[in-house]
């Protein structure tokens, strides 16, 4: 990392975007949820906040290219917002194991009746946390490579490829969400919600390619 730009990128971009961070989760989680059970309205709060980050970081390429900018390998901005999706993803992942069961295990796996052996979850509730835990994964491989060291030592085309796949992530993070909809029979209005958000990312894509092509022509 340049560590000139540290401190500017540490006001301008860290600190707003951290108490905004916080703020959107307290807010669902303290308004919008009707529920005792603080862990999972922490859990609600950090996985729409996440994602709704997550639409924005993925929207800020198109935003530039319908300007007419070239896109840059990173950017700061881009990246630090990034970062504060992956942390918030990560942070969901820790509250959510802790809502449903007692023991993360449980998540995955469960007891095969009659034998004290365990099996793979085979049901939507286990599918969802398989689906939930690979996002968390790439989210983590993300967080982790967002940094000027690992641009350097992995090479700009390495580590470009690696970050797309936050397109993965965030088809992986839907699929999650979808599944728990169903699996908690959440309200129509949450449900709108994650359509919206997939929605905007679609339309975004789709204003990319068409804005990129046309630029090629």
């Given at each position: 990392m340049n560590l000139s730009r540290l401190p500017r990128r540490l006001l301008v971009h860290h600190l707003?975007?951290?108490?905004?961070?916080?703020?959107?989760?307290?807010?669902?989680?303290?308004?919008?949820?009707?529920?005792?059970?603080?862990?999972?309205?922490?859990?609600?709060?950090?996985?729409?906040?996440?994602?709704?980050?997550?639409?924005?970081?993925?929207?800020?390429?198109?935003?530039n290219l319908l300007r007419g900018r070239t896109n840059p390998v990173s950017s700061d901005f881009r990246r630090d917002l990034a970062i504060w999706a992956g942390l918030t993803c990560l942070v969901h992942v820790a509250v959510?194991?802790?809502?449903?069961?007692?023991?993360?295990?449980?998540?995955?796996?469960?007891?095969?009746?009659?034998?004290?052996?365990?099996?793979?979850?085979?049901?939507?509730?286990?599918?969802?946390?398989?689906?939930?835990?690979?996002?968390?994964?790439?989210?983590?491989?993300?967080?982790?490579?967002?940094?000027?060291?690992?641009?350097?030592?992995?090479?700009?085309?390495?580590?470009?490829?690696?970050?797309?796949?936050?397109?993965?992530?965030?088809?992986?993070?839907?699929?999650h969400g979808l599944m728990f909809q169903v699996i908690e029979k959440r309200e129509w209005a949450w449900i709108a919600v994650l359509s919206v958000m997939l929605g905007w990312i679609l339309a975004a894509q789709s204003a990319g390619v068409t804005a990129r092509r046309a630029k090629t022509t």
């Open positions: 707003p975007i951290a108490v905004l961070t916080v703020a959107a989760c307290w807010i669902v989680s303290r308004f919008l949820l009707d529920s005792p059970d603080a862990k999972f309205r922490w859990s609600m709060g950090t996985a729409y906040v996440a994602t709704a980050e997550m639409a924005f970081v993925l929207s800020i390429g198109t935003w959510g194991w802790q809502v449903h069961m007692g023991h993360m295990w449980l998540y995955f796996f469960k007891a095969r009746e009659g034998a004290e052996a365990w099996t793979l979850r085979d049901d939507l509730f286990g599918w969802a946390n398989y689906v939930g835990l690979a996002a968390g994964m790439i989210a983590l491989v993300l967080l982790v490579t967002s940094n000027d060291v690992s641009i350097r030592s992995l090479g700009r085309g390495v580590w470009k490829n690696l970050q797309r796949t936050a397109y993965l992530l965030i088809l992986l993070t839907f699929a």
